[in-house]
């Protein structure tokens, strides 16, 4: 298929190639919405589909960017004219459809907060936000990638629908990945189970979401613990999926921790507390209170710096916060006993 698209490329013609490469897409089209661009029903009143084949599924690693455009490495493992479409329809609708210009704009919208914010923001976040043409193309995949069977993959078309945390999450039917339904108003899905910061910072929005997770932290006690900010909840604890953790002589690594639950508040005290007495520690129900202190702190604290600040970013962040912070408040009480596997 290569050099056989027209300059211009449109929706009609983009989800004919869709079609031809296994894709299917029935009853939406995309305009503009209260989340700014989305994909909506054409018709409310009948069903819609969207369902992206596993052929057209590329892993971030596979995605570099070459003279500002977007493309798939020769190394990866995709068929010519699959490699040709997805780059074609990223440059046309995604990545080259506001897709540049907007990840361009949150990270200036962040540096626009002050050094200051921005040291509370990377301290939160344990990375560094950097605002150069490299940063803003990760940002632009982090924001668009989905996790699907152990890889970060982007989805043509399917990168077009917005996060909504009450949505269900893709299906994943046929070797693809596929969301659909009677749906009277804009096509929404869960993007993953972030936290409100977490949702943010990698997407731009801000979000109410079901859960809260700590910054990444150690404390230098007996044992040491290691908080990290990989989000996941891939491992188990009797029979509660919990994030990967590791206990190691004189130390615990967690690769994030869930502070906060709205669905079960007593659950992020208890999980904390088995694990960390298998580990040997003395006190963890006063280990997780510090650490929920910790980072009520640190919001407050970035909260502070942006209360007076009249930006469109700063409104955001100041709600990303108030999120955050009713999230964390959702941890209360312990259980005894975590169920049993």
Excluded at 24 to 29: D, E, L, P
Excluded at 116 to 138: H, K, N, P
Excluded at 181 to 204: A, C, N, Q, T
Excluded at 255 to 267: A, F, H, Q, T
Aim: with cysteine.
């Amino acid at each position: 298929m290569r050099g056989c698209y027209p300059m211009t490329y449109g929706w009609a013609e983009m989800i004919a190639d869709f079609h031809r490469l296994g894709g299917r897409v029935q009853n939406i089209f995309p305009r503009g919405g209260p989340r700014g661009r989305g994909i909506f029903p054409i018709d409310p009143t009948h069903h819609t589909y969207l369902r992206v084949p596993e052929s057209l599924l590329v892993s971030v690693e596979d995605i570099a960017f070459e003279d500002g455009r977007l493309k798939v490495v020769e190394s990866a493992e995709i068929g010519a004219r699959e490699r040709e479409f997805f780059e074609r329809y990223q440059n046309a609708f995604s990545w080259g459809g506001n897709g540049r210009s907007d990840s361009v704009a949150f990270l200036a919208g962040l540096k626009s907060l002050g050094p200051e914010a921005i040291s509370v923001l990377e301290r939160i976040w344990g990375r560094t936000i950097a605002e150069d043409s490299a940063a803003s193309e990760q940002w632009f995949l982090q924001s668009r990638s989905l996790h699907w069977k152990g890889r970060n993959v982007v989805a043509p078309v399917l990168d077009l629908v917005n996060h909504e945390y009450s949505a269900q999450r893709h299906g994943e039917v046929d070797n693809g990945i596929a969301v659909g339904g009677m749906i009277p108003d804009e096509v929404l899905m869960r993007y993953d189970e972030w936290d409100p910061f977490s949702m943010f910072m990698r997407y731009g929005f801000a979000s109410p979401e079901d859960m809260a997770f700590s910054m990444p932290l150690i404390r230098k006690e007996e044992p040491e613990l290691v908080v990290g900010n990989d989000i996941n909840l891939d491992s188990k604890h009797g029979a509660l999926p919990v994030p990967k953790f590791m206990i190691e002589s004189g130390r615990v690594a967690l690769s994030s921790l869930m502070i906060g639950s709205i669905k079960r508040p007593r659950v992020p005290k208890s999980i904390f507390v088995r694990i960390l007495k298998e580990a040997g520690a003395r006190n963890p129900e006063e280990g997780f209170d510090h650490i929920l202190h910790l980072n009520r702190m640190a919001f407050l604290a970035l909260l502070e710096l942006v209360e007076t600040q009249e930006s469109r970013i700063a409104a955001s962040v100041r709600k990303m916060i108030r999120f955050q912070l009713q999230a964390i408040s959702h941890s209360y009480g312990s259980i005894e006993a975590v169920p049993a596997a």
